[in-house]
């Protein structure tokens, strides 16, 4: 408790500390930065795309079509076999009049599309699945059902969403990790840099009664800022790499089925995980410098 009394002075060393080895505390800034930027972009890719990945598995469907010499109320008595399938959230009966209207809904000026009799589509079935990973399986099962002669479902775009999420998730943790570590590399070094460079002064303290805790406090705070200031430069940085990200989609055609989250949704989160992983980084490093080299 006695040393919550020099807090003050532990940040004005650790600052001082800090300018004093410039060039390392700018290299050990950098890295935290880099560090930051790079987990938080992924992170950003996979929160996004498990969003896209919600909204799709929500409104994902596929079609289940009744064989035609099936009458109406034969066609709905098929409705109990579907939603006793694993994997159906939902089912929906669609008659053939209906078919024929959704059909003809965006071809209103095609005189063709409104004369066709509704014995030309087959009652159908729309079906929402709950886990959109097992799309093909489900779909397999309900052709199985006596009655159902055709299905339409697209399941190279669910197998496409759990690779890329797979992908992105997989790279992050291997990037995030190497360079965790070698953000704890630099930081170390920094830290042996600055006890090296203080070992004059230090070992005159020792000589006046100052204890170890007092020693090593300055450097942990010198830690603990270039962790916190890396975390705050990454904040908005990423923010406005998000901000312009979100943009040129916005502004791209070809990739209006990508959606962005607002970046203020997700600033909370952001910032909480990075002033932890600065804190983490800066600290940590700043304990296995100064345990080695200022033994009690």
Known sequence: MRYFNNIGYFFAEGFRSIFTHGLMSFAALCMIVCCLLIMGSFSLVAINLDEMWGNYEQQNEFLAFIDENYTEEEARALQSQIEAVPNVAEVTFVTKAEAKEDFSADKEENELFESLPDTVFRDRYRIHVVDLEQLEQTVDQVSQIPGVVNT???????????????????????????????????????????????????????????????????????????????????????????????????????????????FRRLAGRVMAIFAGTGFVIGVGGSVLAIRRFLQV
């Open 152 to 262: 339409s479902a697209a399941p190279e775009i669910a197998e496409g969403f759990v690779v890329v999420r797979n992908i992105a998730s997989g790279v992050a943790l291997i990037l995030v990790i190497t360079l965790l570590l070698v953000s704890l590399f630099i930081i170390t070094n920094t830290i042996r840099l600055a006890t090296f460079n203080r070992r004059d002064e230090i070992a005159i303290m020792k000589m006046c009664g100052a204890t170890n805790g007092f020693v090593r406090w300055p450097f942990v705070f010198e830690g603990l800022i270039i962790g916190l200031v890396g975390a705050v430069v990454a904040f908005f940085l990423q923010w406005g790499i998000y901000v312009l990200i979100t943009k040129a989609i916005a502004g791209t055609d070809t990739i209006q089925l990508i959606t962005m989250l607002p």
